[in-house]
Each structure stands twice: as C-alpha cells, then as structure tokens.
C-alpha cells in the first residue's frame, strides 16, 4: 500500500508491514491516511456482506488471511465499558472457579483441561443475568451500566483462561515435594510460578507489532471465538440466522455427546479390521486406535466430536495439508520402524512413553539417583535403558521440524521480520507502520509503551534468578540466561507459525528440546533439568498465548491496556490458587500420590510422568544420546533439520508459480509420528472434515462459509465442552466415584474401545 489504496477484497498481506503510511488531503483539507480510507472501504463491504448485497466473488475466501476481514467485523463502540463491576465479578469468580477445576484435574486419574469455550458460554449466561438481575437506575448505575457487552464478555474470558490452567511450574513444585523432599515455602512457589509467566508475557509485548498487528498475522485459533463473541453481541438475538444456529448445533451436540462418550463407546472408533478380528496384535497396531496408546488408526473413523475438534473447520487449507502429508509418512515410518525391528523395537511396546530396562521391563529410574543426582555406580548395576522405537523416531521428527523451522520462517518470512527488528534500534528514525483494517480502530485507544514490557521483562528475569537461586534447583545464572535468550527466539519463530497459518503442535517437541540443552548444560541433575524445561517451554507457551490473546483483543476491539491488565490479573490469581490447591492435595493425599496406581480420587501419573522426564534427561542423557549410544541420532537430527527446507526453497526459485511455498517443512516433520501417542481415530475424519470445509464448501459456497463455517465450529466445540464436563462429575469420577454404563457389545470392557485387542501395558 505504498501509492494507492487497494480494494479490500484484493488486500495484499505481503504489504501489511511497511515503513511508509501515504497521507492525502481530503476535500475538506484533513489530512486522510490510505489507513483510514482502507478502513472506511472495509465497512463498506461489510455492510454489503451483511446485507446479502455482496457477490460470491466477494465471499470467496482465497487466501487465509481474509477471514479476518470477510468472517470478522471491524464494528466497534469506542464508549462501551470494559472494565466494570460485572467485569471483575465475573473475571475473578470465573478465575477463581477455572484456577481450583484445573489443579484439581491435574491430580486426577482422568487428566482434563478447563476449557475456554465452556467458560465463554458459562460467563455469557451469567453476564446476562446479573444484567436482568441487577438494578440499574441511580447510585445502583455502577453496577449495571446497561447491556452485557462484548467488551465486558472479552475481559472475563482472558481473564478466566489465563487463571484456568495448571501451570508448568506447578509440576516443578509437586515433584520437588513429593520425591524430593523440598517444600518450598509459599511466597517462593508463588512468585516462582508468577515469574515464569511474566517472561512470557514480556516477549510478547515485544514481539505484538510484528504478531499481532497486521493483517498476515490473523491468528486462525481465535476466528472462532471472536467470530462467536461478535454473533452473541452484535446480532439480534431473537432473528439471527447465525445466534439460532449457534443454539442449535450446540444443543444438538450438547445431547449427542451423550452417547460415544458413555453409552456407546465404539463409536469413538469404528475400525472394520478390528471388528473382523480383534485378537491380532498388528491389526491393533496399524488400524486400532480408540484407547490410548493403542495404534495408529489407519482407516479407522471417529464420531465422537470431543476428540475431533473443530481445528479441521478454521485450519488454513495448506495447514491441513501439510499436517495430512505428515500422517501419511507416519504411517509408513512407524510401521516400518517397528516391524523392521529397529532399535529392538519389537523387545517393547509398539507405542509407549516410558522408558525401559534391557528385559523390557520399565526402567527403576528412581534408583539411579543418590541425593538427586545420576549415580554411575547405580547406572552399572541397572544396565543400558531404552525407549520404544515409535518414540524414539517421534524425538528424532520433532528435533528435524525444529531445526527446518529455523531456516523456514526466516527464509519465508524474513522481509516481515526485518523492519521489525529494525525499531529495536535506538538510532533507527523510521517508524514501523502496520497496515490492517482491525488495528486502524485500535487507534482510538491508548497502546501500551513498549518500554512496559521491557520493565516487566526486566523484572521477571530478577524473579526468575532469584526463585532458581533460592529453589536450589542446581540450574546455573548463565544456563537460565541461555535458556531464556532461546526461548525468546523459538516464540518469534513459533509464533510466526501459529499467527500466519495456526500451527501449534509444538509444545510436546519444545520441551524435549529444552530438556536435551539442559542436559548438555549440566548433566546428571534431573532437578536442575525440570527447571530447564520450565524457563524455556513455560514462557515460550505463555508468549504465544497471550499474542492470541492479544489478537482476540483488536478483532473484538479490547483496548490493549485493559487486555494486559486482565492477564496480569488472571495470572496472579491463577498462581495462587494453584498453590493452594496443590499444597492442600499432595498434604492430604501423599501416599496415593506416590503410589503407582493411586486410587479412585487422586493419581500423582502427571507428577511421575514429568519427573520421569526429568530423570530420563537430566540422568540418562548422556548414556541415551550420546555419541556412541543407541540414540545418538536424536541430538543430530536438529541440525539436519536446519537443511531440509531447501529442495522446497530451491524448486521454488526454479518454479516460482508451483506453489512451493505453501509446503512447510516443519509442519510435514512435526506431523511424521504424530500417531505415536493418545488416541487416534479422530485423525481421519479430521482430514476429511477439514477438506470438505476449507476446500468443497469454502469455494463452492462461499457465501455460507464466510456467514456460517467458524459459528458452527464453535457450537460443535461449545456443546461438547459443557456436556464433557458434566459427565466428568456425573459418571466418569472426578467427583469421587465412577459410574460405567451396563457392559454391552458397544462397551466391551475386555477389548479397547473399537473392539481391538487391548493395547499394551
């Protein structure tokens, strides 16, 4: 957009950062910017869009950007309040609520998350009544200020959602007490969880002009939920084709759910080959898939949306693709890992995450240690440890999609992230201008100084020194300063992923990484080695959390001080709440916790699985990756990774209109052993939905997927979150005792759930 203003339906996101902002004179002598014109012409067309008076041409969707502007609405209301009494009631409740649910689950057998959308909907009942509920006239204003707003809406959610999870730090604190015998006191657990999110929260701020701003970066995770914040608020509730859908689909869900999830079981995985013969074990492997561990689904089909997901109705179309090119090399690397017998594969189970002894028995990790260190001596005695081969291939895939992920984004994306770089320093005199219809409404708002997160980085990495000092984690300064500096490069370089084409499938992959520097850095110490992970993965997360938080906040038109003051708030609370609830659960429930199997209430199967993590690397690393050792190829394959886009990057200087570009390297390898853990019927069906939404129905009726697609993505989703959670209360045992449905050929509790035989233990 250097010499004129292009027309919105062909708005060119190479140009949506620049270092110019053209300026005419209008009629009256004003000065008008092309931003503003491109803002006046885009409610222009979507007012068209909204009357019907719009063509299919001008529906279409073409390329994956424009639903920030074709599904999205730029409306905004610059006088409603963002931050009122219903605000902070609602915020703080419902992260209060979110904070207790989430640490309470990580100490469950059934491991669940609190769900984001099920807080939406939760808090969008609530809003409204305390709306009708409330009174209104005189002194009583302050407290109901009118209509539940969007604003109001946004502010509880990513306040809520922020609190609603168990943070990393908290399995650092759980695992010291339990198996360490370290109880950190209260104001150090504290202010080591608020820290580790606070770095987080500070490279975002420093990465949002580049993450957040333009139009390129639209953030595909969060188009549904803005897409659902602006139909609840901005349509009329009684006549809107798009509010009656929502209700709809979510009801019918909300009953569906129901049956794949309890009454009928099988139908979380159909697979004719099990159904023919469910005793074979390579059947199990290559078809079966409904229980966790169990295989990798090939031709299986799934009907239970709770493991589906609605990512395969809003993932870009090239997203999807890559992803699909990915699984099919699973298929074929796993399999030929395993049946080729290498490193002795068949000795161990086909999928599993833990790590075993030369008899294929699990490893005693536990017993390698002397006052929490790796004992040589103790080492000779157990003998050489091994993973299962799908697992030591999904470390090797994982380690070859970091490495590609380097040269990718700063190959494809190094002229957006250029002039960005460029505002750090202190002699540059040209501004970063952003160009995006959504952030031209922003402008009415204060921003936030970039100097706030500079202080707030600042003053995280002190609290981050301080609590690994006195934690006694045995992590060295300079180790955390290495580690932080690299977590703050892999967030620019995943963010960039997650806000120009929604990949995420990184967190699993990231924290082995960590996990491995760490052990380079100071070998033998599994505490210091969770601490590594910790301050590399942790703030990474937060990072990218909050920039699609961020995100959320200019679509829906939050002013960015009040998006900030709403993490910050939500983080606190959720830190302390974790706390709380993790001090008062391992005190009473030590001994289940502890135990192997813990009990019907309460299982420690997340703490022992990341101190096994820890052990493994923090212990093992050497013995295990080493350049003699049996994996030896793991640590490589980052720096193989680093040169496996060029035959892409090549044949696309030869052939620049193949369309070379939209194969993504990192994508193609992060998905090459997706299957080798969980459950993985959903993968099918995924492809298949996925295709149909952002291909048949995206081109040949795009007037229904620019209106419909992303509400309906969210009702499937909403409905089934909110059924979910009640059935966890009511029959699946998070509140005490579980309530099996009658056993029936559809719920055979001999076999796995698709009727293969039982995966292996």
Same mark, same amino acid.
């Given at each position: 957009?250097?010499?004129?203003?292009?027309?919105?339906?062909?708005?060119?996101?190479?140009?949506?950062?620049?270092?110019?902002?053209?300026?005419?004179?209008?009629?009256?002598?004003?000065?008008?910017?092309?931003?503003?014109?491109?803002?006046?012409?885009?409610?222009?067309?979507?007012?068209?869009?909204?009357?019907?008076?719009?063509?299919?041409?001008?529906?279409?969707?073409?390329?994956?950007?424009?639903?920030?502007?074709?599904?999205?609405?730029?409306?905004?209301?610059?006088?409603?309040?963002?931050?009122?009494?219903?605000?902070?009631?609602?915020?703080?409740?419902?992260?209060?609520?979110?904070?207790?649910?989430?640490?309470?689950?990580?100490?469950?057998?059934?491991?669940?998350?609190?769900?984001?959308?099920?807080?939406?909907?939760?808090?969008?009942?609530?809003?409204?009544?305390?709306?009708?509920?409330?009174?209104?006239?005189?002194?009583?204003?302050?407290?109901?200020?009118?209509?539940?707003?969007?604003?109001?809406?946004?502010?509880?959610?990513?306040?809520?959602?922020?609190?609603?999870?168990?943070?990393?730090?908290?399995?650092?604190?759980?695992?010291?007490?339990?198996?360490?015998?370290?109880?950190?006191?209260?104001?150090?657990?504290?202010?080591?969880?608020?820290?580790?999110?606070?770095?987080?929260?500070?490279?975002?701020?420093?990465?949002?002009?580049?993450?957040?701003?333009?139009?390129?970066?639209?953030?595909?995770?969060?188009?549904?939920?803005?897409?659902?914040?602006?139909?609840?608020?901005?349509?009329?509730?009684?006549?809107?084709?798009?509010?009656?859908?929502?209700?709809?689909?979510?009801?019918?869900?909300?009953? +569906?759910?129901?049956?794949?999830?309890?009454?009928?079981?099988?139908?979380?995985?159909?697979?004719?080959?099990?159904?023919?013969?469910?005793?074979?074990?390579?059947?199990?492997?290559?078809?079966?898939?409904?229980?966790?561990?169990?295989?990798?689904?090939?031709?299986?089909?799934?009907?239970?949306?709770?493991?589906?997901?609605?990512?395969?109705?809003?993932?870009?179309?090239?997203?999807?693709?890559?992803?699909?090119?990915?699984?099919?090399?699973?298929?074929?690397?796993?399999?030929?890992?395993?049946?080729?017998?290498?490193?002795?594969?068949?000795?161990?189970?086909?999928?599993?995450?833990?790590?075993?002894?030369?008899?294929?028995?699990?490893?005693?990790?536990?017993?390698?240690?002397?006052?929490?260190?790796?004992?040589?001596?103790?080492?000779?005695?157990?003998?050489?440890?091994?993973?299962?081969?799908?697992?030591?291939?999904?470390?090797?895939?994982?380690?070859?999609?970091?490495?590609?992920?380097?040269?990718?984004?700063?190959?494809?994306?190094?002229?957006?992230?250029?002039?960005?770089?460029?505002?750090?320093?202190?002699?540059?005199?040209?501004?970063?201008?952003?160009?995006?219809?959504?952030?031209?409404?922003?402008?009415?708002?204060?921003?936030?100084?970039?100097?706030?997160?500079?202080?707030?980085?600042?003053?995280?990495?002190?609290?981050?020194?301080?609590?690994?000092?006195?934690?006694?984690?045995?992590?060295?300064?300079?180790?955390?300063?290495?580690?932080?500096?690299?977590?703050?490069?892999?967030?620019?370089?995943?963010?960039?992923?997650?806000?120009?084409?929604?990949?995420?499938?990184?967190?699993?992959?990231?924290?082995?990484?960590?996990?491995?520097?760490?052990?380079?850095?100071?070998?033998?110490?599994?505490?210091?080695?969770?601490?590594?992970?910790?301050?590399?993965?942790?703030?990474?997360?937060?990072?990218?959390?909050?920039?699609?938080?961020?995100?959320?906040?200019?679509?829906?038109?939050?002013?960015?001080?009040?998006?900030?003051?709403?993490?910050?708030?939500?983080?606190?609370?959720?830190?302390?709440?974790?706390?709380?609830?993790?001090?008062?659960?391992?005190?009473?429930?030590?001994?289940?916790?502890?135990?192997?199997?813990?009990?019907?209430? +309460?299982?420690?199967?997340?703490?022992?699985?990341?101190?096994?993590?820890?052990?493994?690397?923090?212990?093992?690393?050497?013995?295990?990756?080493?350049?003699?050792?049996?994996?030896?190829?793991?640590?490589?394959?980052?720096?193989?990774?680093?040169?496996?886009?060029?035959?892409?990057?090549?044949?696309?200087?030869?052939?620049?209109?193949?369309?070379?570009?939209?194969?993504?390297?990192?994508?193609?390898?992060?998905?090459?052993?997706?299957?080798?853990?969980?459950?993985?019927?959903?993968?099918?069906?995924?492809?298949?939905?996925?295709?149909?939404?952002?291909?048949?129905?995206?081109?040949?009726?795009?007037?229904?997927?620019?209106?419909?697609?992303?509400?309906?993505?969210?009702?499937?989703?909403?409905?089934?979150?909110?059924?979910?959670?009640?059935?966890?209360?009511?029959?699946?045992?998070?509140?005490?005792?579980?309530?099996?449905?009658?056993?029936?050929?559809?719920?055979?509790?001999?076999?796995?759930?698709?009727?293969?035989?039982?995966?292996?233990?």
């Amino acid at each position: 957009m250097a010499d004129a203003v292009v027309p919105v339906q062909q708005f060119d996101e190479k140009n949506s950062i620049s270092d110019d902002s053209i300026e005419k004179k209008g009629i009256d002598g004003v000065e008008v910017t092309d931003d503003a014109i491109m803002a006046k012409e885009v409610e222009e067309f979507e007012e068209r869009l909204q009357n019907d008076d719009a063509t299919d041409d001008e529906y279409r969707v073409q390329e994956a950007y424009e639903v920030a502007i074709k599904v999205l609405s730029t409306r905004d209301d610059p006088e409603l309040p963002s931050l009122t009494f219903r605000t902070f009631v609602l915020g703080l409740g419902f992260s209060a609520f979110g904070a207790v649910l989430a640490q309470i689950y990580y100490f469950k057998p059934q491991t669940l998350s609190v769900s984001t959308l099920f807080l939406l909907v939760l808090s969008y009942w609530f809003g409204n009544a305390m709306e009708m509920a409330l009174p209104s006239r005189g002194i009583f204003r302050w407290i109901n200020p009118g209509p539940f707003n969007i604003k109001e809406h946004v502010a509880i959610i990513i306040m809520s959602s922020t609190a609603a999870v168990s943070a990393t730090a908290i399995q650092v604190i759980s695992v010291q007490d339990l198996y360490y015998d370290n109880k950190m006191n209260a104001g150090l657990a504290i202010f080591t969880l608020i820290g580790s999110q606070l770095l987080g929260y500070g490279y975002a701020g420093l990465l949002q002009d580049l993450l957040v701003k333009p139009t390129k970066c639209f953030w595909p995770s969060t188009i549904s939920t803005a897409n659902l914040f602006q139909a609840l608020h901005f349509d009329n509730q009684m006549t809107s084709k798009r509010v009656r859908l929502f209700w709809t689909v979510f009801s019918i869900m909300f009953v +569906w759910e129901i049956i794949p999830q309890w009454i009928f079981p099988l139908l979380t995985g159909i697979s004719i080959f099990c159904l023919a013969n469910n005793t074979s074990t390579v059947f199990r492997n290559v078809f079966g898939g409904a229980s966790n561990n169990e295989g990798m689904g090939l031709l299986s089909w799934c009907f239970d949306w709770n493991l589906i997901g609605s990512d395969c109705l809003f993932s870009p179309l090239w997203l999807q693709i890559n992803q699909d090119i990915g699984i099919f090399l699973t298929y074929i690397l796993m399999a030929g890992v395993y049946y080729g017998n290498l490193w002795r594969a068949k000795d161990f189970p086909f999928m599993s995450q833990a790590i075993f002894a030369e008899d294929g028995s699990q490893y005693n990790q536990t017993a390698l240690l002397t006052d929490g260190k790796f004992d040589p001596v103790k080492y000779e005695q157990l003998g050489p440890a091994f993973f299962s081969a799908t697992n030591a291939l999904y470390l090797m895939t994982s380690n070859l999609s970091l490495g590609a992920t380097f040269t990718h984004v700063f190959f494809w994306h190094w002229q957006d992230i250029k002039p960005f770089l460029k505002t750090f320093n202190p002699w540059n005199k040209t501004p970063l201008v952003v160009h995006d219809p959504h952030y031209e409404k922003m402008k009415v708002y204060k921003q936030i100084p970039r100097w706030w997160y500079f202080a707030l980085l600042a003053a995280a990495y002190a609290i981050a020194q301080a609590t690994n000092y006195e934690g006694h984690s045995g992590l060295p300064w300079w180790a955390l300063t290495v580690i932080l500096f690299i977590s703050l490069v892999l967030s620019l370089l995943f963010s960039t992923l997650a806000a120009t084409i929604g990949f995420k499938e990184f967190t699993t992959s990231a924290n082995g990484f960590y996990q491995m520097i760490t052990a380079y850095m100071v070998p033998g110490q599994p505490i210091a080695n969770m601490y590594g992970a910790l301050y590399g993965q942790h703030p990474q997360g937060q990072c990218i959390a909050m920039l699609g938080d961020l995100k959320l906040g200019q679509y829906v038109k939050l002013p960015p001080r009040v998006t900030f003051s709403m993490q910050i708030l939500g983080t606190v609370v959720g830190a302390i709440l974790n706390y709380v609830m993790m001090v008062t659960i391992v005190d009473a429930n030590r001994d289940a916790l502890l135990s192997i199997s813990g009990t019907r209430l +309460w299982s420690g199967q997340n703490a022992q699985g990341y101190n096994s993590n820890a052990i493994s690397w923090g212990g093992l690393a050497p013995q295990m990756f080493g350049a003699h050792s049996i994996y030896h190829m793991v640590p490589i394959c980052l720096a193989i990774g680093v040169f496996l886009p060029l035959p892409f990057i090549v044949a696309w200087y030869i052939w620049p209109k193949a369309g070379f570009e939209n194969f993504s390297t990192p994508i193609i390898l992060q998905y090459s052993c997706f299957l080798s853990v969980g459950i993985n019927t959903s993968v099918n069906p995924s492809m298949v939905i996925g295709l149909f939404s952002q291909w048949w129905v995206r081109t040949r009726y795009p007037r229904w997927f620019t209106k419909y697609n992303y509400i309906v993505a969210a009702a499937l989703d909403g409905g089934t979150q909110v059924i979910s959670f009640i059935l966890n209360f009511a029959v699946f045992g998070a509140s005490g005792t579980p309530h099996n449905f009658p056993e029936w050929w559809g719920n055979d509790f001999s076999l796995s759930a698709d009727r293969c035989a039982l995966p292996e233990n």
